[in-house]
């Protein structure tokens, strides 16, 4: 099973962009579908990115963009012009299957968070 340990999270001004990485351990990646979850307060969990575990086939929410690499064993997360509405902790997460749901419970390996707060 791998282990996923997320960065690159902090305070970001609106307007701002955010790049997120999440590097795992242990298995091949390339085992793994990947999915980014945020939870903001008050708020339940929800899926913004899933990717294959190729990294051939991708879903975004809204203008976020997830991407693979399997030979640096990293997901990342992007999205540019940043709103106060995205402070969150996100999560990665990964299901070891090649496709990836938009089902929080479908996913075995879940990262601690990384904290992204956006505000002046």
């Known amino acids: 099973q791998v282990q996923l340990v997320e960065s690159g999270g902090g305070l970001v001004q609106p307007g701002g962009s955010l790049r997120l990485s999440c590097v795992a351990s242990g298995d091949p990646f390339s085992n793994y579908a990947v999915g980014w979850f945020r939870q903001a307060p008050g708020k339940e969990l929800e899926i913004i990115a899933g990717?294959?575990?190729?990294g051939a086939t991708t879903y975004g929410k809204g203008r976020f963009t997830i991407s693979k690499d399997n030979i640096k064993s990293t997901a990342y997360l992007q999205k540019d012009n940043l709103r106060p509405e995205d402070t969150a902790v996100y999560f990665c997460a990964a299901r070891k299957d090649l496709l990836y749901t938009l089902s929080a419970n479908d996913y075995e390996v879940w990262g601690r968070g990384t904290q992204v707060t956006v505000s002046s």
């Open positions: 990717i294959t575990a190729s």
